[in-house]
């Protein structure tokens, strides 16, 4: 039995098991931004409430957001990467663009507001997961 012996096959078998585990280790680690999100600005720039339905699919993200559950806009633009996302979302009167980083359960960043008539703001929001 070449297995049992500490020559090549044994090596060899040992390091692609423990290949393995890690590479398996990174797919269950990897972030699900999928989820009902709610939250607001925890500074002065304060924008009031966020809510978000968010639906990740690999490294698309679409769903909806907006100022509460009845009040939401479609995301037109959305994607994952890591811990982080980016998702733009066309409202009645401009275009929201939310930069977010999962920190510690939470999706802290900044949402960036540019309205029609030309007016820009940016605020730090911090969205945290609802049942």
Not at 97 to 109: I, M, Q, S, V
Request: proline residues 5%; aromatic residues 6%.
């Amino acid at each position: 039995m070449r297995f049992l012996t500490s020559g090549r096959p044994a090596a060899a078998r040992t390091l692609r098991v423990v290949l393995a585990a890690v590479l398996c280790s990174f797919c269950v680690s990897a972030a699900d931004f999928s989820g009902k999100w709610s939250g607001s600005s925890p500074d002065e720039k304060s924008v009031g409430p966020v809510y978000a339905v968010l639906r990740q699919d690999g490294a698309a993200l679409t769903g909806t957001a907006g100022p509460d559950d009845a009040h939401q806009f479609p995301i037109t633009t959305g994607k994952v990467d890591g811990d982080g996302l980016v998702f733009e979302v066309k409202t009645g009167g401009g275009l929201l663009r939310f930069e977010l980083t999962a920190n510690a359960g939470d999706l802290k960043g900044t949402m960036r507001i540019f309205e029609d008539d030309g007016r820009t703001a940016t605020a730090n929001v911090v969205l945290k997961r609802i049942p």
